[in-house]
């Protein structure tokens, strides 16, 4: 099923089909050879992105509470830190009770990064700001206007906090920033959220979420919000990407790019659904829905076994990365791979 999926999606964004291409690929999609082959592979003109090693697996790694880890956000720190522990920070999180957002730093991209020796760095009780089973999902946003790293983490799935930093170690707890209460009636999950400096003047907006959300259906679809300062938010109803639209069961660990003179969400599909990672064109405005099928092919053998999840996206000498969660959900590790 998995298999007749990614074919589906691959053939879809190649040609058309249901699923519409934008940008730079519909105008490689008009060419022959290649320049057609390349459109399918890197839809919106990103680059495709090849596996090259595993960055971080659970049971290297001192605090192991659960054999799993999730959902990571790569950071240059070099140029924003006084004296950081390396010039690329990694942040991680086992899911599973209890969690705890965890630190890993290195001087590339590509590794080796050291783990932290006192995680987490947050964990799953913070008096008297919460008690939860666990806390996850951590996502770091270097806050200019601040000169602060924001750290974003949910815990429990109902809830989405923010805590803020000045040397990406040591956090201050400030605000919640989601919960379902926000959303539709029938939401039972607010999870997985990203926060990026995005523009959006009609909004009065200069901060953009994207999350991941539950309802009594059972079925994930991407949802969103905007936001003048990063901390109050204002939340879409609607759905930003809805999980039929894709033909997907499920869809989570969203991640913004700009390209160009438009916006673009990044997701993953659970691996009923493909286990790839999708891609949809939103605009500048957040106005369009245009699906464009495949943005990565998670590899059929290790470490992705079928699934790839969570991309987190930077840059090294003028060379593009994207780090992944690899692997079946709860059993996965951390990846690299390079553009």
Known sequence: ?????????RRAAAGGGALALGGAAARAAAAPGAAAAEAAAVPGGFPDYRYVRTLLRPDQLKYNPTGE?????????????????????LYYAPHDAPGGICLAYGDSLEGPFTEYPDNPIVSNVWSPHYDVSHVSSPHVLWNEDERELWLY?????????????TDGVHFTYDTEVLTTATQPAGTTETSYARVFRHDLPAKNARYVMVFMRNNTTDHRDIAWGWSADGRSWTFAQEALIDHAAVGAVNVGGPHLLTNGSSAYVVYNTDKESGGDLL??????DFSRRDHLGVFHDSLDGAPDNGRSASPSFGTMNGVPYMVYEAGERLAG???????
Do not use: Q, W
């Open 1 to 9: 099923m998995a298999v007749n999926r990614r074919v589906f999606l």
């Open 69 to 89: 880890i999730i959902f990571p956000c790569i950071r240059g720190v070099y140029d924003k830190l006084a004296s950081p522990l390396g010039r690329y920070y």
């Open 153 to 165: 983490f949910h815990g429990e799935n109902t809830t989405t906090r923010l805590a803020r930093s």
């Open 279 to 284: 891609i949809t064109e939103v605009g500048n």
């Open 333 to 339: 590790s951390i990846a690299l791979a390079r553009g």
